[in-house]
């Protein structure tokens, strides 16, 4: 890509990564970049499966290579819904935003998720359906894979966005080597 070609690209991106900043949740918020990128099973190198209690991780550090594909097996051990999300810590806090917006909706009501208020507002199956490639929000009890490829770069931590959940300590370190 010429030099000229890139900067319009990242203008491209800076505006659409507002638009997503202001809109509703969901949708792929464009800043996965940052952390990654949604990997293939197929490439995955192993799996790691990570407990979720209220309000911690079981493991609390994770170590990857640069590059590597991941497949994590996110379990609910907890009473409460709770979320694992990779990104930056920035991320994390634009998302709990988002997240305190699903609470005001009724979309997570403590240990349960209403999936008629996370269909109800989406029209075009994107707002509050929770559907980003980086991340799985789960009730107690569930289990569900995301399968993760780590650029290596940056300071990245999976983290439970869902109100209150990080400040209590829900979140875990990804440790490059
Ligand atoms: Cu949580």
């Known amino acids: 890509m010429s030099p000229a070609k890139f900067a319009v690209a990242a ?8 638009a997503f900043g202001a809109g509703t949740h969901g949708g792929g918020h ?3 970049a ?23 991780y079981e493991p609390e550090i994770i170590e990857v290579k640069p590059g590597e ?8 051990k907890g009473q409460l819904v709770h979320e694992f999300n990779i990104g930056t810590p920035d991320m994390h806090e634009a ?14 009501q403590g240990g349960k998720l209403n999936h008629d208020m996370m269909e ?18 789960l009730e107690p009890g569930d289990s569900q894979e995301v399968i ?19 400040q209590a300590g829900m979140y875990g370190e ?4």
């Open 11 to 18: 203008v491209a991106m800076s505006i659409s990564l507002t």
């Open 174 to 177: 990804v440790n490059f080597n």
């Open 148 to 166: 993760w490829t780590f650029s290596g770069k940056g300071n990245i931590e999976f983290a439970c966005n869902v109100p209150g959940h990080y």
């Open 30 to 32: 464009g800043h996965s």
């Open 120 to 137: 109800m507002d989406m029209g075009n199956g994107q707002s509050m359906n929770h559907d980003d490639p980086n991340s799985v929000l």
């Open 95 to 108: 998302h709990q935003k988002e997240m305190r917006m699903m609470v005001e909706h009724g979309a997570i």
């Open 69 to 76: 594909t991941v497949r994590f097996v996110v379990q609910n």
């Open 34 to 56: 940052k952390s990654g990128e949604p990997g293939k099973a197929s490439e995955a190198s192993r799996s790691i499966t990570v407990e979720m209690y209220d309000n911690y």
